[in-house]
């Protein structure tokens, strides 16, 4: 299971070619079986597993492991820096980043750390000034990553960090761009690589897990994907911007509709919104899924009928969240040109199409979307539709 495409696809197995040298370390692992008085609450049992595994945290990385390929706490090192935020239309200063995941991983792209198993990753969480240490680090050559809740795509600062034996690196204060070209039009959701905030219907009585009832992760209930075709029987989702709340209209994930003969029928969500006057210029659609699988993602304005869509994200991840009751999986930005020539002044409507229903779990779970004014003339620069 290390190793395995059973929870998140085929893209987070490592590939091994030509004879390539490879071993990872992992573990120790402890097995940690306690005891409490008869008639004592069951949950002392937890609440005292807890305060061992906060102990053996402290005690990592083990000083007694006698291997070569287990490297001590002096000989690894240790990263210290803070990252801030620059987004000019929220703000013309930095602002902290606030309670953001930090990481240093094997050298890529941004945001590969996500399909990244090879080697070896180290993270920890900013504190709410945005302020973070890493500990305890393999050596090594790093690049480091990011993302900040509340805040859209993925940081990775340029350059390459080398961890020696003992190192103790001060990266002073590193800014992060987040993408961005106008002035916000409308936003659904929030971006933090989730779709917990979307409205998640309550399970068949059938499927029930109580374990979950009157729980925050109440997404923990098998087949919810089906509930989608209970309430939307006949039409799809229809969200109108100003008056529908993504957190009752938003349905968690965009899945196919389950006809009464059992066959599958891609769907098609709209989202409806005012323009009241068309600027010149590419606007831009900024689509964040928090998971996919096997889903391909079309996107259309004013016209659902149009034979080729404004942008096709073609097919798109396999990592099964939908299938095993959880709310995020691997993270894609899709940040979509939109001419002006496909909006119109007064009422538009944005038509996103989820195309494949090969299987009930086909589809997408978005994160947030938002949909972005041109640029001003200084601010322009490069122009295209991307994928992050």
């Not at 990011?146 to 204060?173: A, C, F, R, T």
Request: one cysteine or more.
């Amino acid at each position: 299971m290390f190793h395995s495409a059973h929870y998140a696809g085929e893209a987070l197995c490592p590939k091994f070619r030509n004879g390539e040298a490879w071993k990872k370390v992992f573990g120790p692992v402890l097995i940690y079986l306690n005891s409490s008085s008869l008639g004592a609450p069951l949950i002392s049992l937890w609440e005292d597993a807890k305060l061992q595994m906060f102990t053996e945290v402290l005690a990592w990385p083990y000083s007694w492991p006698a291997s070569p390929d287990y490297p001590t706490a002096e000989e690894r090192g240790n990263v210290t820096g803070r990252l801030v935020v620059l987004d000019r239309i929220v703000s013309t200063s930095v602002l902290p980043a606030r309670f953001a995941f930090i990481g240093l991983a094997a050298p890529g792209e941004a945001g590969s750390w996500q399909m990244e198993s090879k080697g070896y990753q180290f993270w920890t969480q900013a504190d709410d000034d945005g302020y973070f240490t890493i500990r305890n680090i393999r050596t090594g050559d790093y690049n480091i990553y990011g993302w900040v809740p509340g805040i859209l795509g993925n940081y990775k600062e340029e350059g390459i960090i080398s961890i020696e034996p003992g190192s103790i690196l001060d990266l002073g204060e590193l800014i992060y761009k987040p993408p961005r070209d106008g002035p916000t039009i409308w936003e659904i959701g929030i971006p933090d690589r989730a779709a917990a905030e979307f409205f998640v219907p309550d399970p068949n009585p059938k499927y029930i897990n109580r374990l979950f009832i009157n729980h925050p992760e109440r997404y923990h209930q098998y087949g919810l994907w089906e509930r989608y075709s209970e309430l939307y029987p006949n039409n799809d989702l229809v969200y109108t911007v100003g008056v529908s709340d993504w957190r009752k209209d938003w349905f968690f994930a965009h899945v196919c509709r389950i006809q009464s003969d059992g066959s599958l029928q891609p769907t098609t969500w709209q989202v409806k919104f005012q323009v009241n006057e068309i600027k010149a210029g590419v606007y831009k659609l900024r689509l964040a899924l928090a998971a996919a699988s096997v889903a391909a993602l079309q996107v259309r304005f004013n016209d659902p009928n149009v034979e080729k869509p404004l942008f096709d994200t073609m097919q798109v991840g396999r990592d099964n969240a939908i299938a095993r009751h959880g709310i995020h999986g691997l993270y894609f930005l899709f940040n979509v040109d939109v001419p002006s020539s496909w909006l119109r002044g007064g009422e538009n409507i944005l038509f996103l199409t989820q195309r494949k229903a090969s299987s009930i779990f086909c589809g997408v779970m978005y994160d947030y979307l938002r949909l972005e004014e041109p640029p001003a003339q200084e601010e322009e620069g490069g122009s295209g539709s991307s994928k992050q």
